[in-house]
């Protein structure tokens, strides 16, 4: 078989399994299909260098190669967003836009647990808020551990019901 019908049965016999890798590996459809010509063209152009065993495998490989040399070309050439810098901030460092959110659910969150009745709005306000366990809590405020944990677990259905009712009043 002479090196165009090679090419010819390959393609007619693997187009779908390369494209499919191709797309799996860019995500893209009109990236998948140059990727899939390419690895073709490249099979032709190796098929010197072939040694007839495992053609499947070889050619998925190389399809494999060609997504991942394209991959790595287009993240040199992505321009970063603002959201993507923001991600790739070192710990310790958040975006605005995340330290705003979680001032934001921190009020929320203390602003429920003050509307609670004693002894659940304390109990709530050390552990929810302050994020004290029971023992520090029973340290401080001299409560039996079991009373505390009853006036928590009683408090966090509390404060579901009472954020349940504001997010209703924000819809």
Request: charged share 30%; proline share 4%; hydrophobic share 30%.
């Amino acid at each position: 078989m002479n090196p165009q019908q090679q090419l010819e049965r390959w393609m007619s016999e693997y187009q779908n399994l390369i494209y499919s890798i191709c797309y799996r590996l860019t995500g893209d459809y009109f990236d998948a299909e140059d990727l899939t010509q390419d690895a073709f063209f490249s099979a032709y152009r190796h098929l010197k260098e072939f040694d007839g065993q495992n053609e499947k495998a070889w050619l998925c490989r190389i399809a494999t190669n060609k997504c991942i040399d394209y991959l790595k070309r287009a993240g040199r050439r992505s321009v970063p967003t603002e959201e993507l810098f923001f991600s790739s901030l070192p710990d310790g460092r958040s975006s605005p836009e995340k330290e705003a959110l979680e001032t934001e659910v921190r009020q929320r969150l203390y602003d429920s647990c003050c509307k609670l009745s004693p002894p659940y709005r304390q109990a709530a306000l050390d552990y929810y808020y302050y994020e004290l366990d029971i023992s520090e809590i029973a340290a401080k405020t001299g409560k039996n551990k079991k009373t505390l944990q009853t006036q928590i677990y009683r408090a966090k259905g509390m404060l579901k019901k009472l954020m349940r009712k504001e997010d209703l009043r924000y819809d």
